[in-house]
């Protein structure tokens, strides 16, 4: 038996540690620490309820946007706002622009280099010019030992490209090339939303009660013009590097493998009314992997457990509406900053995989039944996991296209109720970010924020186990992986950043009265 630590979990987003216990190569228990302290929530009490937006905002560079506009949305509830169709459908539209950088980061910059020998683009045969080219400049920075944008990554046998192993030198080097075209293609997609939100990161587009910017004939078709060349680039590209991956045999156990335990829950997202009550990307839970049978989601079966995470016992069991974030750095067990959200006491992947499950679109249903998911045992494993986001990718991209006519140059762009703050009032804003459901929620008393809370994807995903020593569904999701060699645990770090851990929203440090980092030793 050995224990295996990796710390951190490098190409995600914030510090992250994987600890697992590896017996007869394979994976037997599993822990996942978030070793950060999170203290936003309470930073913000006290302040105008107007600046929670804009805070909230910086939880994460890399995730600003869909912080900004759950925020939004809770102040939108609190306030009893109204929201005008043209920023309904702006808020969609930018959040849109979000999930096509978003999942094009993750899969070519983040996950794809898990699966490709970047170095077999030297061994490069073809005549493309541009993919000449591409050998010329790896080869150059290979010889002056340059390669570090590339790495960290751990050696495998099974990588595209490697001699001896499935595909080849040309397929390595078209998959790195897209990788390159990647890079342009996120940006196209962050202009996107610097058409309508100002800027990115830290944006400036959208209030509670509605957006800053109108539409007009030229914005919209600044937008459009992107839009398009991406939607082509996902259907061509993006898509069919997916499927050719998920096609190498020697990965066909990744598609049961990494499975998290058959709970999924989707908060819904992109809505198609006013009130929000129909939406592109439909509300639902599923248990067990009983994936035909969708049942509703309720708030009030939210709580957040803390038995294993360094909260005080009085954060336990909270719903978010009610929640407290009171840190205890001696606590006993304890081993992670993160907390444990439950749903009906449940653990719950959310995120791309819970909810094309949930929407069930006809490309996901045909790879299920062509790769065998849905016979038993039903499970959902590493690569349906990344084929989902590119999957979403695609119908997102696609509905964006319809959404982007129905905006209306002569209509409101905001509610002025937004500006009303009430003496006291519960908002909340139920969000689908590119990692998964995200819930903001704020108490507003005597026109100041009383209490916030923030519940994110990865503190779902990435949780600790909790008060019935229930694990988190990242860690069983790595229950029964095979490490054949336990110092190159490879297919430890497939299966955490099939999940697109965001640590910088599941935790983050600012001390509430002087704003200064902390910093905390985990031994």
Known sequence: MAIVSIDPVTRI??????????????????????????GIEMLLKGKHPWDCQQVTERICGVCPLIHGTASSY??????????????????????????????ILHFYHLQALDYIDVTAVLNYSGVNPGLLALRSKIAGLAKANDLYFFLPRYE?????????????????????????????????????????????PSFVGTIPGGVTTKPTLMNIAAFQSRLTELRQWIDSIYVQDVLTVAEVPDYEPFFKAGDSGGNYLAYGGFDLDQKGTEKFLPRGTIFDNN???????????????????WYTP?????????????????????????????????????????????????????????KGLLTPPVKFGILPRTAARAIECKLVADAMADWLTQLDPSKPIWDPKGKEIPNESYGRGLVEGPRGALGHWIHINN??????????PTTWNASPRDKEGNRGPVETSLI????????????????????????????????????????????
């Open 13 to 38: 987003e914030g510090h992250l540690r994987i600890d697992v216990e590896v017996e007869n190569g394979v994976v037997k228990d599993a822990w996942s620490s978030g070793t950060m302290f999170r």
């Open 74 to 103: 809770a102040l939108d509830d609190a306030m009893d706002v109204e929201l005008p169709d043209n920023a309904r459908i702006i808020r969609n539209l930018c959040l849109g622009g979000n999930y096509i950088q978003s999942h």
């Open 156 to 200: 495998s046998a099974d990588y595209v490209g490697t001699p001896g192993g499935p595909g080849d030198a040309n397929l390595a080097t078209e998959l790195v090339g897209h990788y390159v075209q990647a890079l342009e293609m996120r940006k196209k997609a962050q202009e996107m939303i610097s058409i309508f939100y100002g800027r990115m």
């Open 291 to 309: 994936v035909m049978d969708v049942k509703g989601m309720e708030e009030k079966e939210i709580t957040e457990s803390v038995q294993y995470s």
């Open 314 to 370: 009085e954060c336990e069991g909270l719903n978010p509406k009610y929640g407290k974030t009171d840190p205890d750095l001696e606590k006993k067990d304890a081993y992670s900053f993160l907390k444990a959200p439950r749903y009906q006491g449940k653990p719950m992947e959310v995120g791309p995989m819970a909810r094309m499950l949930v929407k069930k679109p006809d490309l996901l249903v045909k790879l299920a039944q062509d």
């Open 447 to 456: 026109e100041k924020t009383d209490n916030y809370q923030a519940v994110v």
């Open 480 to 523: 029964g992986l095979p490490v054949p060699d336990v110092d190159n645990p490879v297919n430890v770090v497939r299966c955490v950043r099939s999940f697109d851990p965001c640590l910088a929203c599941a935790i983050h440090i600012i001390h509430p009265e002087h704003n200064g980092v902390k910093e905390f030793r985990v031994v």
